[in-house]
């Protein structure tokens, strides 16, 4: 067979350029976190050092770097961020350039936190929204994934949230039948309203077959994978990685899902990041069917 008919035979991956930078993720706590959820796509726990934390004086210079190229939101991620001494000064800074939203796991959320959480966002013209992971609607469906006493500690998180004016939007990985989808919305409702939180934002992610999630459920098979055709008329705003990009401290990666893959990272600045990726892994096949997997909308259950 020669070169050129074998070249034709191979599927091109796809690439995709970062259409402009409207999101800016900080991988705050890298890959440390205070738990060990049996699902975690990149395996992050207490003694997971392969990320470590940002400190507050690289956040600054990437958030004063961001202003020129436009970024309309900013979003905070690990590992759990509340394990980042310095998250709540690198908030205040943050909203005094922009929104910006926390991923957090809720249970490292004591009153005085909460409070100058509270008095941040108050300070600032623009918002500042919690995204706390759950697993399930109540300890029996939860605490097996997320780790004994933890659907508590996070609903308590959830309802000094709450007390303080916040309005958190609950993720959750959707580790049961799609089709109990609207009971596992409702029971997630009547555990909301226990701690006053009565208009609930609900959000139901995909699983990312990566990391920890491989033992638990499964890995990808070979035909999970994103084709040139398959992108033809697709919506590329769906893709994170048109954009958006996360700093970490080991450099900038074209987005949060895929820093164990060390071709995922794409330089050591904004400007070296600003490049096509191509959409060759396993996890793209889960963002193509799923979409605004990363982002704040998309996926939301309804309000009850
Ligand atoms: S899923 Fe979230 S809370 Fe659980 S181990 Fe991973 S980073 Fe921590
Ligand atoms: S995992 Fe999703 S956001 Fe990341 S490069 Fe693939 S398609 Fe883009």
Known sequence: MSIASAAARTP???????????YLWFQVAGTVC???????????????HSFWFLDLPTVLDYLERSRAWGVKEYYFTGGEPFMNKELLPMLEATLAVGPASVLTNATLLPERTVRRLAEIEAGSRYSLE?????????????????????????????????????????????????HEDEAVLDRFYASCRKVRYERPRI?????????????????????????????????LTTLLCSSG????????????????DEGANLGDSLEAA?????????ACYTCWLHGAICTNTGHLGGEA
């Open 12 to 22: 091109r991956a796809p690439q995709v350029p970062l259409v402009s930078l409207d």
């Open 34 to 48: 205070n738990l060990r959820c049996t699902h975690c796509f990149i395996s992050c726990a207490p003694d997971n």
């Open 130 to 178: 919690l995204r706390v992971s759950l697993d399930g609607p109540s300890p029996e469906t939860n605490d097996p994934i997320r780790g004994e006493g933890t659907f508590e500690r996070a609903m308590e998180g959830v309802g000094r949230l709450v007390e303080h004016g916040f309005l958190p939007i609950i993720t959750a990985a959707q580790v049961w039948c799609p």
């Open 203 to 235: 959000k139901i992610l995909p699983s990312i077959h990566l990391g920890r999630e491989v033992l638990r459920s499964r890995g990808y098979d070979d035909s999970e994978i994103v084709t040139a055709e398959m992108m033809e008329g697709h919506d």
């Open 245 to 260: 990009r996360v700093v970490t401290n080991r450099g900038v990666y074209v987005c949060p899902i895929l820093i164990d």
């Open 274 to 282: 600003d490049r096509p990726f191509e959409i060759d892994r396993s």
